[in-house]
């Protein structure tokens, strides 16, 4: 295989930038374009610290520190070096032609973590842990793909698929040798086999629900008419959060989305840019706008100035949220005067009612109490990295489920073992392409390319 080289720092001005190279004449190319302070023999687990200097030219590039990595025992499971150098893109990128021009080739967007995978030293679930890990947007989810990364969903898969496996040899045996005395697959010992893989695989299905929330977010709406406090609200919200992630898909303040990370709890919350608009122009935040905000959105939080009698807009607002996943936050709190909260129509709702004041930022945290009870979020646990996040594992899951149970309805319906034995191996299969054991090169080389180059 050919040495790959390639610039594994973001783009941009920084501290540092680092070069990478992997392959079998890694240490040959290095040796070329490296001159150490102390010429000493090249090992692996050393750093040395030198100049990169263009062997034509005799130009010095940059003074760095190269770290060595020797086979097997290195990210790729190849020889690998990494240059250290200052962080400016020219002199990163000079570095790196120099290594081209001496013998390596730029590396493909995830070739390093391919290497890894192919080298045996991860399995395709572990490499896909890199991605997640690389983007995750909340701590929860970038410990849950920790987890995944030192193989705990793999180990989880490799027991469902030893079950199934130990099962198949049995049945192989009892077709391939019927003259033998091996004891034939009775109809019972397979239907055990086949219910305790699918409680198995059922429970990483019971995750994805887990899963959609660590990964995205509970998709909220702030809802209410002009004045109620939404934008107060959104404000004091994102003051509480320190680690806000503001996503800017487009250039329109319109296509703005603010993820905000509320102790481990992601929620994203849509439409801020309309809520932020109303502030401007107050009219253009009406009825129509919430009920899309509503409709895009997995949770509501419908907010009413509790000073002033219901309008006719608040009990529209009020139907539109009745069906909804919504918490009733009544605002203005500190003016005591609430005359909203003995309401009936605001009670008939049966919904969580919170009484705060956006604008002394009081109450705030009982909202988010109130949303931990809705989601049960105290109750996902990242640290055993088994909740599925990954849209790929979750597809083979699926169909792995299904393969089970046509397999325990053949048997059920006391259809010939081989036939039941071809159920098995699909649903072998779909749990090999999670791991990557049944998994075929074009599908490889499509989940690679996700990944950013120099990784
Ligand atoms: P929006 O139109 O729903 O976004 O409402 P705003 O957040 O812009 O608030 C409307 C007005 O109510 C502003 O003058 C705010 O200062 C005021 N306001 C918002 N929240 C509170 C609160 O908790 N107490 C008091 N006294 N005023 C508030």
Redo the contacts with the bound molecule.
């Keep these: 295989m050919s040495t790959i080289a390639a610039i594994s720092t973001a783009p941009g001005v920084g501290g540092i930038g680092i070069i990478r190279l992997s392959g079998e004449e890694a240490f040959v190319i290095i040796k070329k374009v490296f001159s150490p302070q102390n010429n000493s023999k090249i090992e692996g687990y050393k750093i040395k610290y030198g100049r990169i200097v263009n062997p034509k030219t005799k130009e010095i590039i940059d003074e760095v520190l190269v770290s060595f990595f020797k086979a097997p025992k290195s990210y790729t499971t190849e020889d690998m070096c990494e240059i250290n150098s200052h962080g400016g893109n020219v002199i990163i990128q000079s570095i790196l032609n120099v290594c081209l021009e001496n013998g390596a080739v730029l590396a493909e967007p995830g070739e390093f973590t391919k290497r890894a995978f192919l080298g045996g030293r991860i399995d395709l679930a572990q490499a896909e842990a890199v991605v997640d890990i690389i983007n995750a947007k909340t701590k929860a989810e970038a410990i849950n793909s920790e987890k995944q990364l030192e193989g705990y969903l793999s180990k989880r898969i490799k027991e469902i698929r030893k079950i199934l496996i130990e099962l198949m040899v049995d049945i192989e045996a009892s077709i391939d040798y019927p003259e033998y005395d091996v004891e034939e697959v009775t109809k019972e010992a397979s239907g055990k086999s086949l219910k305790e893989a699918l409680v198995l695989v059922k429970k990483l299905e019971s995750t994805f629900e887990e899963g959609k929330i660590i990964k995205e977010g509970i998709r909220t709406a702030i809802v ?12 004091a919200i994102l003051k509480e959060d320190r680690a806000i992630v503001t996503e800017i898909e487009g250039t329109t303040r319109d296509l703005i989305e603010e993820f905000v990370n509320i102790k481990g709890i992601p929620l994203k919350i849509v439409d801020t840019a309309g ?1 932020r608009q ?2 401007d122009l ?1 009219e253009q ?1 009406g009825i129509k706008k919430s009920l899309k905000a509503i409709n895009n959105s997995e949770l509501v939080i419908a ?1 009413f ?1 509790s ?1 002033k009698e219901l309008s006719k807009e608040d009990l529209e607002i009020l139907e539109l949220v009745r069906n909804k996943n919504a918490i009733i936050v009544l ?5 005591n005067n609430n005359i909203v909260e003995t309401d009936k129509r605001i009670l008939e709702m049966g919904k969580s009612i919170i009484k ?5 930022n ?1 109450g705030i945290e009982d909202i988010y109490k109130e949303i931990e009870k809705m989601f049960n979020l105290n109750e996902i646990n990242v640290n055993d990295g088994e909740i599925v996040t990954n849209t790929r594992h979750k597809e083979h899951i699926r169909k792995s489920i299904e393969l089970v149970e046509q397999a325990l309805e053949e048997i059920n319906n006391n259809m010939p073992i081989d036939v039941t034995s071809i159920s098995i191996k699909q649903a072998l299969e779909q749990l090999g392409k999670i791991t990557g054991d049944s998994v075929s090169e074009d599908i490889i080389k499509e989940i690679f390319l996700k990944f950013c180059l120099g990784k």
């Design positions: 209410g008419t002009p004045n109620a406090g939404k934008s107060s609200l959104l404000n809520i109303s502030e107050i935040i907010i100035d000073t605002n203005k709190e500190d003016l705060i004041s956006a604008l002394k009081e």
